[in-house]
């Protein structure tokens, strides 16, 4: 059956970039380690699936170079082993103390099915997730593109060498971990304005993604608003994303996520077992954290945590199949709407946080997965296309620019700059104008291997300091002196840094610390932040 419409996905996977070496148990880095096993895991598993049953998965993946360094790591990779196994070991004492409770025991063994097949797959490539998503794109089967090197918001940063900065370095970066040059790129927060459509150019990439709204305020006017590709001035490819279907999945008040048959997210067995029975798996701290076994349902709405009944996985992965065929059946619809009104296929662009299936919502790949197979199944007339393919299908898109705009809360800038975080600017700002100016004042210089390491360190932390993750974190109130110590650290670091280099007296001992915490992007040259000679 031909097509009546185009589906592309765009999941895109991030996290800050967290690695404490000389720590055995911090709890921000429990933010990769539940990634690892609720999210990219279970993706990397159906996307392998469906390959090998001859399904191919069609999908694009944006793997942001900071997790893509974490997913590298060693020493992270075997603080993953340790955390793996010790849930492997709690659950074996869980189904022990579960077994006089068939409702309790069938959410236990969900868990050890889901641990067991971490230790495997983790097992099956040494720890490092980044070769099965390399073979998967390699086989034609996904693509994979990358993001700004440390998931800055780049119409926030002032100067144009700091944008340009963070789109070379994540695009070396990218050649380095997939040998081959990205096709695409994700704006950070889906944060656009005009001046991007240069640096996009000159870093390489073929095209972006956009807001929806991003269409609606575009010059001149996008003849057929969200449901088809354009490109800038200079040629570089638009996407734009679809809010319906984003919303249907996103949504935990009007979308699938908050179904009653699912997981309740946040009740968790490291706040209601007891202290000296889970006291082993917290941190050395001591203080309750969430340890990853979630027992429970989302029930109802109005429910308070204690009031959630158990989690049945039969009677979630029935729902996920119900909504599976709804939002293929939305997806149809749209397509036929959109041919009756207009005579052409519409591209609907769906883009999600990767860490939203899985982690925030359970079902999340299993859905993923029904969705893929239903259409193969059902010989629906739809298809899944990868943003290069399409590119190089369709016809010459439109040219126009897009508005300024965002995905985040209010459309534009606001949980990035806002009362509860504007005062990190002032550091960011500070540090990146030294790092530029003494990229300008060293870069045609002999220099001595500890003065260019300096330097090199220098923009690494200067790059961090410009995470977009921080001042989103101290904006919705979580983790806050963590970001906030993060931020100021990579400041004050890059800052001293550049000094030492400037008086000749750097401290080496210091120096090889941060190079071994702080180990992004090993080929950087700070000379990436020195600004374009005019002549």
Not at 268 to 280: A, H, Q, T, W
Not at 324 to 341: N, P
Not at 521 to 534: G, T
């Amino acid at each position: 059956m031909s097509s009546r419409g185009s589906l592309m996905f765009l999941l895109h996977a991030h996290l800050p970039y967290v690695n404490h070496p000389r720590d055995s148990g911090f709890l921000e880095e429990n933010w990769f380690f539940e990634a690892v096993v609720e999210t990219y895991v279970p993706i990397i598993s159906a996307l392998e699936r469906l390959a090998a049953e001859g399904i191919r998965p069609g999908v694009a993946l944006s793997i942001s170079p900071t997790l893509g360094a974490m997913l590298e790591n060693e020493a992270l990779e075997d603080k993953l082993q340790l955390y793996v196994d010790s849930r492997l070991e709690l659950i074996e004492k869980e189904l022990e103390r579960a077994a006089g409770d068939p409702a309790l025991l069938r959410s236990v063994k969900f868990y050890q099915k889901l641990y067991q097949e971490a230790a495997e797959v983790l097992h099956k490539y040494s720890g490092d997730l980044i070769t099965p998503l390399k073979s998967l794109q390699h086989a034609g089967q996904i693509e994979i593109i990358t993001t700004s090197a440390t998931h800055a918001v780049l119409p926030l940063l002032t100067r144009p060498e700091a944008v340009r900065a963070q789109l070379a370095v994540a695009a070396e970066d990218y050649e380095d971990r997939f040998n081959r040059k990205p096709s695409g790129f994700w704006l950070p927060e889906c944060a656009y304005e005009p001046r991007l459509n240069s640096y996009l150019k000159l870093s390489g990439f073929n095209y972006t993604f956009t807001e929806s709204h991003a269409m609606e305020f575009a010059a001149p006017q996008a003849p057929n608003g969200v449901y088809s590709p354009y490109r800038t001035t200079n040629g570089v490819g638009l996407f734009a994303r679809d809010a319906a279907s984003s919303r249907e999945v996103w949504s935990s008040k009007f979308g699938y996520p908050g179904d009653p048959a699912y997981r309740e997210f946040y009740r968790d067995l490291g706040y209601d077992g007891d202290y000296e029975y889970v006291r082993p798996y917290l941190g050395s701290d001591g203080v309750r954290r969430p340890l990853g076994l979630k027992y429970h349902r989302i029930t109802g709405p109005g429910n308070d945590l204690s009031a959630k009944e158990y989690y049945d996985p039969e009677a979630a992965m029935a729902r996920v199949e119900a909504h599976a065929s709804d939002f293929l059946a939305r997806r149809m619809k749209q397509t036929d709407d959109f041919y009756a009104a207009r005579g052409t296929r519409p591209l609907i662009v769906s883009c999600y946080d990767a860490e939203l299936f899985g982690h925030w919502w359970f079902e999340g790949p299993a859905f993923l997965e029904t969705v893929i197979r239903k259409i193969r199944a059902e010989r629906l007339p739809l298809q899944f296309v990868t943003p290069s393919e399409y590119l190089n299908s369709c016809q010459e898109p439109a040219e126009l620019t897009p508005g300024i705009s965002s995905w985040g809360e209010s459309g534009y800038f606001d949980p990035w700059v806002n009362e509860s975080n504007d005062f990190i600017y002032s550091a960011v700002y500070a540090a990146t104008d030294k790092m530029i100016e003494t990229a300008n004042r060293f870069r045609n210089q002999d220099l001595n291997s500890l003065a260019a390491r300096a330097l090199n360190q220098a923009a690494r932390e200067t790059l961090l300091a410009q995470s977009s993750d921080w001042a989103f974190l101290l904006y919705i109130g979580s983790h806050s002196d963590y970001a906030k110590g993060r931020l100021e650290d990579h400041s004050a670091n890059a800052v001293r840094l550049l000094s030492e280099v400037i008086e000749k007296r750097v401290d080496e001992a210091a120096l090889a610390e941060l190079e071994q915490k702080n180990s992004v992007f090993p080929r950087l040259d700070f000379k990436v932040f020195a600004s374009i000679s005019k002549f």
